[in-house]
């Protein structure tokens, strides 16, 4: 047998091109997937290869919209692929709620808020998961709350948008059946998505999404969501206080909401009754109900240093947020604070998060630009509050 020598005089593969082609294949593999539950099937769709040593991302939407309608202008952000990168994503729509969803049959039960909470252990075992990182806006932020309280282990944080923790109160109640008996469901999911002011002033991307209700949205569907959606529970947190031992959320949580959002009460409102050594409250200027679609660009930046707060991604690279004192009895602490001692704890961040007490120093280390805060009684912790 004749041997042959084959040279190769230029090579496949260079070291440079590992990077961009690891993106690559991140960006092709997506899976969508429907699980089982026992309140009917759940639609998934994952982006990326799950890592063992971290967490991956869970998103859930809001009223009258799916994954795609909700999150695709954040995700798609030439930002967001730094934090793609490092973590697999998985989008669950809500029951009925996904592209060409079937119309239930008439007497189907759907699910109540908790109830659609409890099909997400379904789908960590699914996909053979075990903790992640939440990312919901109004109804969706609810849902990834209410897990959270039940299943504390299972989240290692919450970038809750619009999130409002209280039922819907006798008078809210009135109002909606009243406003039922005179607009129609897309009016209804408009005024719930959308400040008064954006509603008039921004006609285009309310519009827009006028459309997709009505055209792409199985109608009978979300009704029953926003039914749902209403019918919700009071989640019953409250803010702990030395020696107590009250139901509250365990993980840090971003909290954020746009000032011209309809939800900047509720969101204020839950902030009250978090661990302030654990909660960031960011306030959004010049945005609407929909941050993520409004301001992509703010909000990637501000979930990064949120991530690098807890151990990950040291080294994303980003500019600096605008931050404001608020006239509040909360103290302001800066992003970057947490993302330099995020640096120095990155040998400990492998280990699935051990110390508590370490985050919470994270979060209380308050600093602005690297100067102290002054004025304010460090005796007890403060809120941060973060406006951009």
């Not at 859930?60 to 793609?84: P, Q, R, V």
């Not at 827009?208 to 199985?218: A, E, G, K, Q, V």
């Not at 947020?321 to 640096?343: D, H, K, W, Y």
């Not at 699935?352 to 370490?358: E, G, V």
Request: charge should be negative; aromatic fraction near 6%.
């Amino acid at each position: 047998m004749e041997e042959i020598q084959v040279i190769e005089s230029k090579p496949l593969l260079v070291d440079r091109d590992l990077a961009g082609l690891r993106e690559a294949v991140q960006k092709l593999v997506i899976k969508e997937h429907d699980v089982e539950t026992p309140y009917g099937r759940v639609h998934c769709t994952m982006k990326g290869i799950a890592k063992a040593e971290r967490p991956f991302l869970l998103t859930m939407h809001d009223i009258g919209l799916n994954h795609k309608t909700c999150w695709d202008t954040l995700f798609n952000h030439e930002d967001m692929s730094e934090i793609t990168q490092h973590f697999a994503v998985c989008h669950v729509d809500a029951p009925g709620q996904h592209e060409g969803a079937n119309t239930f049959s008439t007497g189907y039960e759907y699910p109540s808020m908790d109830q659609i909470s409890e099909t997400l252990p379904l789908v960590l075992k699914h996909f053979g998961l075990k903790t992640f990182i939440g990312i919901g806006i109004g109804a969706g932020a609810y849902i990834l709350t209410r897990f959270a309280l039940d299943y504390p282990t299972m989240v290692e944080g919450l970038m809750l948008i619009n999130i409002n923790p209280c039922a819907e109160g006798w008078m809210d109640w009135a109002a909606h059946r009243l406003s039922g008996l005179t607009h129609d469901l897309p009016d209804m999911v408009i005024s719930h998505l959308f400040g008064k002011e954006e509603i008039h002033h921004n006609q285009d991307l309310v519009g827009t999404y006028r459309h997709h209700i009505n055209s792409d949205m199985n109608q009978f569907n979300l009704h029953l969501f926003v039914k749902s959606y209403e019918s919700r529970r009071d989640l019953e947190i409250e803010r702990p206080v030395p020696g107590s031992h009250v139901r509250t959320l365990k993980c840090p949580s971003l909290l954020v909401v746009g000032d011209n959002s309809p939800a900047v009460e509720a969101v204020v409102e839950c902030n009250t009754k978090l661990d302030p050594t654990k909660t960031t409250l960011l306030k959004m200027a010049d945005c609407g109900g929909m941050p993520q679609v409004d301001q992509p660009a703010k909000l990637t930046e501000a979930f990064k240093y949120f991530i690098q707060g807890m151990g990950y991604m040291p080294s994303a690279s980003m500019t600096r947020l605008v931050r404001s004192r608020t006239a509040s009895n909360s103290s302001v602490t800066s992003f970057e604070g947490n993302r330099s001692r995020a640096q120095t704890s990155e040998g400990n961040r492998s280990r699935s998060h051990t110390a508590d007490n370490q985050r919470s120093r994270s979060h209380t280390s308050g600093s602005v630009d690297g100067t102290a805060t002054s004025g304010v009684d460090q005796s007890v912790p403060k809120s941060t509050e973060v406006s951009c």
